[in-house]
């Protein structure tokens, strides 16, 4: 036996809504190419002054015992902690990088290890939003103990508006360069077919060389420069 079957008129009226919204998706595809596809790949590059420096700050000490090496470390680590909030470092500047306690030996030939001591090691990553106070903080380090320093490093915070002005000059620079093969061809140049963004290129820390200031001498002296961010992007253009 056949029943007729009847669809509720929100149903019908969904199959038809998504039949229309398919006839529409194929009526606006992408035209064909009638002209000549050009590719061009451009690099736009900005460049910036950093603006945070980070360095490793750290103690060494050693002892003839474990409890005395530990001990001797965490008073001075404390003064270079001290050193740091009193410069104004936030605590979310300041982060705990290593710690270790190590035994030390004195070998001699034919004889069996000596044990001579232990050395503790305390080291701390410090990031400096005020670039022109690095180097009298550095200073200030050395003068409370910090007997391990490695840094400073410069980088850029926050790049993703220096990345987005290099973009915008790759694609100026891509659109140059198809004006300039257009018109040695006679042509010119129409709709982009397609964009690709193939590298985007932030400067790593560039690392700088720390000496302590002499005693009744100028406070070191820290000069971070420039660094480039660059974009490179393939893009595809029409020639009519």
Known sequence: MYRN??????????????????????????????????DVVATGEVTRVPDVARISAGVVTQAPTATAAIAENAQRMSAVHAALRKAGIADRDIQTSTISLNPEYRYAEGRA???????????????????????????????????QINGPTFLIDKPEAAM???????????RARAELYAR?????????????????????????????AAVDTAQTKIVPGEQSVAVSLTVSFELN
């Open 5 to 38: 079957l009847v669809l509720p008129s929100a149903l019908v009226l969904g199959l038809f809504l998504g039949e229309a919204a398919m006839a529409q998706t194929v009526a606006t595809a992408v035209p064909a190419l009638a002209g000549t596809r050009l």
């Open 113 to 147: 290890p000596e044990l001579t001591g232990y050395r503790a090691s305390n080291e701390v990553s410090v990031r400096f939003r005020d670039i022109g106070d690095t180097g009298r903080i550095l200073d200030a380090l050395v003068a409370q103990g910090a007997n």
């Open 164 to 174: 987005d002005e290099a973009r915008v000059a790759a694609l100026n620079t891509a």
């Open 184 to 212: 040695q061809l006679g042509k010119t140049v129409g709709r982009v077919i397609a964009i690709s963004e193939s590298g985007a290129a932030v400067p790593p820390p560039f690392p700088v060389a720390y000496e302590a």
